[in-house]
């Protein structure tokens, strides 16, 4: 029973997040606002995306990533759900959802390295076409990765055919990261989740 009422609720989430993504990519090609398709994405995600302004008021590049951040605890939120609701179907004490918490977590950071990278050789591309700077899609990329890439400006040159160094040694960076830390935390976790009973399915 709470393994499927963790699913419904998990389907639910994923929907929601889903419909927040697809207000973003509409968002693209400036859509009529008195449209009544817009009208109906604006009331279904526009309190959700409020509340995560308030609490986490993020613009990089003057884009507002208020939606990146509701994606972002919608994702985390759905794992935790459906990984939470399974361990406590499978008999499990509510000490169980500790570590579940903590390996959903660990699966977050894991998947905004991934896109983090995606970013960054996006950024090591870009620096060697030269690309409209007022094109959507370098907006996205050089707004998401500048902040993390300004403070070393001045450490490296540039490589060649202009090649942006530091995006490739942030690269090799994200791939250390992930690989020695983000892995064996995650193995960490399984095995102090099988201490509170959970199953293989884990």
């Not at 279904?44 to 986490?56: D, G, I, N, V």
């Not at 995606?118 to 050089?142: E, G, H, Q, T």
């Amino acid at each position: 029973m709470i393994t499927t009422m963790s699913y419904l609720l998990y389907l639910v989430i994923t929907i929601y997040g889903w419909i927040v993504l697809l207000r973003v990519l509409v968002s693209w090609f400036a859509p009529s606002p008195r449209s009544p398709f817009m009208l109906l994405l604006r009331r279904l995600t526009e309190p959700a995306l409020r509340l995560a302004r308030r609490l986490f008021p993020v613009t990089l590049g003057g884009l507002d990533f208020s939606p990146v951040v509701l994606l972002v605890f919608l994702y985390f939120l759905g794992n935790f759900v459906l990984l939470g609701g399974r361990a406590l179907g499978e008999g499990a004490s509510l000490m169980a959802l500790l570590p579940v918490f903590v390996f959903c977590l660990v699966e977050l950071v894991k998947s905004l390295t991934v896109l983090l990278l995606i970013l960054m050789a996006a950024r090591a591309v870009l620096s060697l076409v030269k690309p409209d700077p007022y094109n959507p899609l370098a907006l996205i990329v050089y707004g998401s990765t500048e902040p993390l890439l300004a403070p070393f400006r001045n450490w490296f040159p540039r490589g060649p055919w202009g090649l942006d160094l530091r995006a490739v040694l942030f690269i090799v960076f994200l791939l250390l990261f992930y690989a020695l830390i983000l892995q064996n935390l995650q193995l960490m976790t399984v095995v102090w989740a099988r201490r509170y009973g959970l199953g293989a399915g884990y």
